[in-house]
């Protein structure tokens, strides 16, 4: 997309867990980059109720076992799958086979004229994808290494689509804090940029000549922001025609 020749990434691994306060959260949805590329609707989000006023200040560390259980476990199929020679592949079992092509199905169906719109409905575009690789995190924790000489079960499968649907929930509750709608998001950042100011009139033409145009190229990408923030009482319009 630079223009530059194509790079290739032999052995790929990408993870990213990010604990943000709820702020930056709902700021995230303001994010042209982030919407327009794709990125929010690859995300698992999870908003957890606060834990603040009920915490326990002499609370117990994880047992030792468990630690090193864990510790175990990931070390083991680092180990294995990094002196790899070929891919890795894990294969369902007829069972969870058959539970993938309902929950297809299901999503399929449920993805229609009266389904989810914007970044949910691409969100929802990738949830079969996200409930498999679960299920393949679940497969790996259960059977270590050995887990590609043996198919993933159905409910292996199943309890995957259990944490698919948690997030699920959690993914429209997100989107609905981002307030992911490009009027309500441009306007809010032309209100920011207006309350920085100490002009009590300004001009439609003045507002545009000032302002990122990576967000409002033209002066019809505007007059949408401008007409909410009119909606909503932000500006009075001393010349309709100027909108």
Same mark, same amino acid.
């Given at each position: 997309? $630079?223009?530059?020749?194509?790079?290739?990434?032999?052995?790929?691994?990408?993870?990213? =867990?990010?604990?943000?306060?709820? #702020?930056?959260?709902?700021?995230?949805?303001?994010?042209?980059? !982030?919407? @327009?590329?794709? +990125?929010?609707?690859?995300?698992?989000?999870? +908003?957890?109720?606060?834990?603040? @006023?009920?915490?326990?200040?002499? &609370? /117990?560390?994880?047992?030792?076992?468990?630690? #090193?259980?864990?510790?175990?476990?990931?070390?083991?199929?680092?180990?294995? !799958?990094?002196?790899?020679?070929?891919?890795?592949?894990?294969?369902?079992?007829?069972? =969870?086979?058959?539970?993938?092509?309902? +929950?297809?199905?299901?999503?399929?169906? &449920?993805?229609?004229?009266?389904?989810?719109?914007?970044?949910?409905?691409?969100? %929802?575009? $990738?949830?079969?994808?996200?409930?498999?690789?679960?299920?393949?995190?679940?497969?790996?924790?259960? *059977?270590?290494?050995?887990?590609?000489?043996?198919?993933?079960?159905?409910? %292996? !499968?199943?309890? /995957?689509? =259990?944490?698919?649907?948690?997030? =699920?929930?959690?993914?429209?509750?997100? !989107?609905?804090?981002?307030?992911?709608? $490009?009027?309500?998001?441009?306007?809010?950042?032309?209100?920011?940029?207006?309350? $920085?100011?100490?002009?009590?009139?300004?001009?439609?033409?003045?507002?545009?000549?000032?302002?990122?145009?990576?967000?409002?190229? *033209?002066? %019809?990408? +505007?007059?949408?922001?401008? @007409?909410?923030?009119?909606?909503?009482?932000?500006?009075?319009?001393?010349?309709?025609? #100027?909108?």
């Amino acid at each position: 997309r $630079k223009g530059r020749p194509t790079e290739i990434i032999a052995r790929p691994a990408v993870v990213m =867990a990010a604990m943000v306060q709820y #702020q930056v959260l709902t700021q995230m949805g303001g994010n042209a980059v !982030f919407a @327009g590329r794709g +990125l929010l609707a690859r995300i698992l989000y999870c +908003l957890p109720p606060s834990l603040l @006023g009920s915490r326990d200040a002499a &609370a /117990a560390p994880d047992p030792e076992p468990v630690l #090193q259980t864990y510790h175990d476990l990931v070390q083991s199929l680092a180990e294995a !799958f990094f002196a790899a020679d070929e891919l890795q592949i894990l294969r369902l079992g007829y069972e =969870a086979g058959q539970s993938l092509t309902a +929950l297809q199905e299901r999503v399929e169906r &449920a993805s229609g004229p009266e389904g989810p719109e914007g970044i949910l409905a691409d969100w %929802t575009g $990738k949830y079969v994808g996200a409930v498999c690789r679960l299920a393949a995190l679940l497969h790996l924790a259960a *059977h270590g290494p050995g887990a590609v000489d043996r198919p993933v079960d159905a409910d %292996t !499968f199943n309890r /995957a689509e =259990a944490i698919g649907e948690y997030y =699920a929930a959690h993914a429209a509750r997100a !989107f609905v804090a981002m307030n992911i709608d $490009k009027g309500a998001n441009d306007a809010q950042y032309l209100l920011a940029h207006l309350s $920085k100011s100490s002009r009590n009139v300004v001009s439609a033409r003045d507002v545009f000549r000032e302002i990122s145009r990576d967000r409002f190229p *033209h002066m %019809t990408t +505007l007059r949408p922001a401008l @007409g909410v923030l009119v909606d909503h009482g932000y500006l009075v319009p001393l010349d309709q025609t #100027q909108l």
